[in-house]
């Protein structure tokens, strides 16, 4: 079946990488993808990964995918307080085409001076 | 830039009463989707939308939800008679194509059934 597990709590101090990790059942996933969600906030879109790529860099994200083992990962370098909310990852498997996202329960991300 | 919008962002209702949540998509996207996040639990697909049906939709998603697009730009989630366990952020997204997959979320609507 689909399935997404995340750690749920990450505290990091101000300035420190912060990585954020992810694993999935679904192999035929296509996208793979990570949210964001401050308090009271939606869920904005921060970053995302084709199947059939190792790694994405985005100025301070980076994500690594090792399909072998359907792990996801999400670096965030020079952690600052503003980075403080919950990481969602989030796959689209291939179930017939239609664009159903299956989350991950998030990761909080507590940064602190 | 372009944004999903949702009203109201939040909702009070009696138990049994109907709801109808409110969204805006991105102007230009063909393809509309209806989430939900229960207070401490995950972000739960309930259903997709297009070209004026659905194309897919949860278990939750049962005969007390509908979907809508009455108009060239809204896109409306129906709850006929609302429960206490439909209480949940509700959010609406959007995306351009199905091929890209990238989803657009908007704020939510946070729905209190009492």
């Known amino acids: 079946g689909e399935d997404v597990e995340q750690s749920l709590f990450l505290s990091v101090r101000e300035g420190d990488s912060s990585v954020i990790n992810c694993t999935y059942t679904?192999?035929?996933?296509?996208?793979l993808y990570w949210y964001k969600q401050e308090p009271g906030a939606g869920l904005q879109l921060l970053t995302y990964i084709f199947s059939n790529m190792d790694m994405k860099q985005d100025q301070r994200l980076t994500v690594l995918l090792n399909k072998k083992d359907k792990h996801l990962s999400l670096r965030i370098a020079d952690t600052q307080t503003g980075d403080s909310a919950i990481y969602f990852c989030a796959e689209i498997p291939f179930s017939g085409g239609y664009n159903k996202l299956i989350f991950g329960a998030g990761t909080r991300l507590a940064v602190h001076p | 830039e372009p944004e999903v919008t949702q009203t109201p962002s939040h909702q009070v209702t009696q138990m049994g009463q109907e709801v109808i949540l409110r969204c805006v998509p991105i102007?230009?996207?063909?393809?509309f989707y209806w989430y939900r996040q229960i207070l401490g639990q995950k972000v739960e697909f309930l259903v997709s939308?297009?070209?004026?049906?659905?194309?897919?939709k949860s278990e939750i998603f049962d005969d007390q939800f509908s979907v809508e697009r009455p108009d060239g730009s809204n896109f409306t989630l129906k709850i006929r008679s609302t429960k206490l366990e439909d209480s949940a952020m509700y959010f609406c997204?959007?995306?351009?194509?199905?091929?890209?997959?990238?989803?657009?979320f908007g704020p939510g609507t946070r729905l209190t059934v009492l």
């Open positions: 939308f297009y070209n004026n049906e659905i194309s897919e």
């Open positions: 997204a959007s995306s351009e194509q199905r091929s890209t997959d990238t989803q657009y």
């Open positions: 102007s230009n996207h063909l393809y």
């Open positions: 679904d192999s035929s996933s296509t996208y």
